[in-house]
Structures are given as C-alpha cells and as structure tokens.
C-alpha cells in the first residue's frame, strides 16, 4: 500500500483523531539510536523510507542485514493488517488495546535491526565486500553479541575493524602495551608462587572428596536395598489388581467389539427404515389428500345437479316422460360409483401407507433398543434369533386387519432385563 493511499485510509477511519495521536517508538540499543512517532502516518512513512533505502542496497546484502529489511517489510505488513481491521472502530480504549499487541509484535522482532542510513549499515557493507571473512567479526562487536570465537584471525580482525571505526580517534591500543606487559610478569611471578599451596590444597581436596566417595556409595547401597524390598512388595501387592484390571477391561473391549459389529450389521437397515417411513408418511399425506379432493368433487356436483339441474329432465319427468330423469340418473349413479370406488382404493393406499410408515418406525426403534441390549446386558443366543427374526419379519399389505409388525419379544427382553 503507497503513503497517499495509507493517508487515505486514515482519513477514512472512524477515530481519526486517536490514529493521528498515537504515539510509537522505535529503539536500536546496539546502535544508541531512538526515534518517536507520533501518529501512524508518521509511523508508516519511516517504514516506507526504509524499505525503500534498503531495496536499492539489497544487491548482494548478507544474510543478518537481508534481516533489517525484512523486519521493516513486517511492520509494514502488520500496520496495514491492523487500520483494515480496526479503521471502523470508534472507541479509543479498545484501539489502545489492541495496538499494544501489534506493538508488541513489532518490538519482539525489533532485535539486531539497522536502518539503511546508519554509518554502522554502510560501514558493514563496506567490509562484506572488500574483507567478506571479517564481516561477522564485526557485525557482532556492533550488535553487542560478542558469541564469535576470537582465537580465528578473521573474527578477530572484524572485531578490531568495528572496534577503530566505533572509537574512531580515541584508541589506546598502543598505549596499553607496555602496561599490560608489566602487569602479565606481576601476575606470572604471583602465580608462580601459589603453586605449592595449591598442591597442599589440592591433596586435602582429593582426600575428603574420596572418604565423602566411600560414605556416599555405601548409603547409596543401602538405599537400593530399601527401594528393591518397597518395589518387590510394591509389584506384588498389585499385580493381583492389575491382573484383574486386564480381564475386566478385555471382557468389556470384547463385548464393545461385538456390539459395534451388530451396529454395522443394523446400521444401514435402521437408515432404511427409517428414510422408507418417512417417505410412506409423505405418500400417505399425499393419499389423504387426494381423497378430500374427490369427495369436495362428488359434493359439488351432486349439489350443481340438485341446484341446477337442466330444464328438459323438469319438464319430461312432469309431462308423464321420465325417460330423460332416468337416463340422466343412471349417468351420474355411474360416475358416482367410480368416485366411489377410486376414493376407496385411495383410503385403502393411504391407510396401508400410514401403517407401513408405523411399521418402519417400530423397527427403526426396536433396532437401537436392540443394541442397548447387547450393551447393557447379555443376549442369549436363540434369544438373538427371536429378535432378529421380530425385526426382519415380512409385512404384507400393511393394512391393520393382515397387521404383521414387528412384535417386541416380552418374554426374551424380561428375561434379559433380569
């Protein structure tokens, strides 16, 4: 996101005045270098600087200074993460408080960090590509991180290059020479002369050390003894326990097992009664339906024939000719026979529909009492075949008189409910 469109997004948001006050700093310590800000377009035109001095120095940049412009690079990405989330908030307490974590997640990473227009940046350029071995001699004298071992030449030359270019004119190396050579020989003979008491304190040393060895492994002994006979008694006293822990858990893992094999057994028919009652309800529903509807027919037309029936069948049936109201007559008791028998086997089909739904339901309940069964309890085995044989049972037509649902078996549940 460019400066003018990040200023546009400020302008934008719903607290303006908190985003144009809210203060941030940013602190190199290894470099004794701070700087604050006050507001976030401050904030993301310096991030926006120093992106851009760094892309144009990024050819060729070792690894620990690639790291400064990748930091930058998250600041960016983490201020525009949080004015997209936060820009519609309004109430300043909540804005403090959620900038405190994007803050915080900024100086976590804040480490070890060199803006582009430090002279300690183009300083350590400089020795990468002329002196590329001193390099991280001198990147860690200037960071503070002195974790490079001196005794190599090359880390000890970078450490003495950051060392002239922080104290430029002021070093004393030579000054110090002929002092430290004079302080080297006072500590030589010093030392020299400690030698034999420190013998003397080195035999007593050994000494206790080896009685305090001898006390020590003797307690121990005695120790490994006390611990074996409390384990030995320990190991006994449960094993019997566990013994009985394993045969109770393997018995019930067993019969988890076999009741979840009658549940794969039973799971897809209980699915399929299930759907099939449902479905037999909507026929059923469907069926009704359709039997309100040819009775509202039959009642209309008897009444449109009552109320308005024509004129000729009047006059012939008066004039001593019936011979019109008969045939007339016959033509609707016909018509009124086929209604009648269509909307029997229409109550027929939806009763039998409503029946067979009842019937799925039954058996997609009988099925799962079935399976609490076998967890709960034991199941005999011809018991088993009295119920399977209940659940798997052929319903004929569905209708109550040739009834043939499932029955739940009293006597075998009784008996295993005991």
């Known amino acids: 996101m460019k400066l003018s469109e990040f200023r ?8 303006t005045h908190w985003f144009n006050e809210v203060t941030f700093n940013i602190n190199y310590n290894h470099l004794d270098l701070n700087y604050d800000f006050k507001g976030l ?8 600087k120093q992106i851009s001095g760094w892309e144009k120095k990024s050819n060729k940049l070792p690894t620990e200074l690639s790291k400064s412009l990748e930091y930058f690079k998250f600041v960016q990405t983490r201020l525009i993460t949080f004015i997209n989330t936060f820009a519609s908030e309004e109430k300043a307490n909540s804005l403090d408080a959620n900038f405190r974590s994007t803050s915080q997640q900024i100086l976590n990473r804040s480490k070890e960090i060199f803006p ?9 350029i400089n020795i990468h590509e002329e002196h590329p071995n001193y390099f991280k ?4 004298y200037l960071i503070g991180n002195l974790n490079e071992n001196i005794s190599i030449k090359q880390n000890f030359n970078g450490y003495l290059l950051a060392y002239e270019f922080s104290l430029k004119d002021t070093t004393k190396i030579t000054e110090r020479r002929n002092k430290e050579k004079s302080s080297l020989s006072r500590l030589r003979n010093e ?14 040393h050994l000494k206790e050390s080896t009685e305090k060895y001898k006390e020590f492994g003797e307690n121990l002994e005695l120790f490994k003894a006390d611990k074996e006979k409390t384990y030995s008694d320990w190991f006994i006293n449960t094993k019997g326990d566990f013994e009985n822990f394993n045969n109770e858990s393997s018995n019930r893992l067993k019969e ?18 299930s759907e099939r009652a449902i479905k037999l309800k909507k026929q059923g529903w469907i069926a009704l339906a359709v039997v309100v509807v040819l009775v509202l027919i039959v009642v209309y037309s008897l009444g449109q024939i009552l109320w308005s029936a024509p004129e000729q069948i009047y006059e012939s049936f008066f004039n001593g000719d019936r011979s019109a109201a008969i045939r007339w007559s016959i033509v609707y008791i016909t018509l009124i026979s086929f209604m009648a028998f269509s909307i029997k086997a229409i109550t027929k089909v939806m009763f039998s529909s409503f029946h067979l739904a009842r019937d799925c339901e039954e058996r997609h309940t009988l099925t799962y009492f079935y399976l609490s069964l076998l967890k709960d309890s034991t199941v005999e085995k011809e018991d088993k075949k009295l119920i399977m044989q209940a659940l798997f049972s052929r319903a004929e037509t569905g209708l109550l008189k040739d009834d043939s649902s499932p029955t739940m078996p009293n006597d075998i549940i009784g008996r295993v409910l005991k």
């Open 256 to 273: 988890l097992e076999d009741t979840y094999k009658e549940k794969l057994k039973l799971e897809e028919p209980a699915k399929y009664w």
């Open 8 to 15: 546009t997004k400020l302008s934008q948001t719903a607290n």
């Open 191 to 204: 030392f020299e002369n400690s030698i034999p008491e420190l013998n003397n304190q080195l035999v007593e």
């Open 41 to 48: 377009g401050n904030l993301y035109s310096y991030i926006i």
């Open 116 to 124: 582009f227009e430090a002279p300690e940046t183009n300083f350590l």
């Open 137 to 140: 001699g001198a990147y860690t």
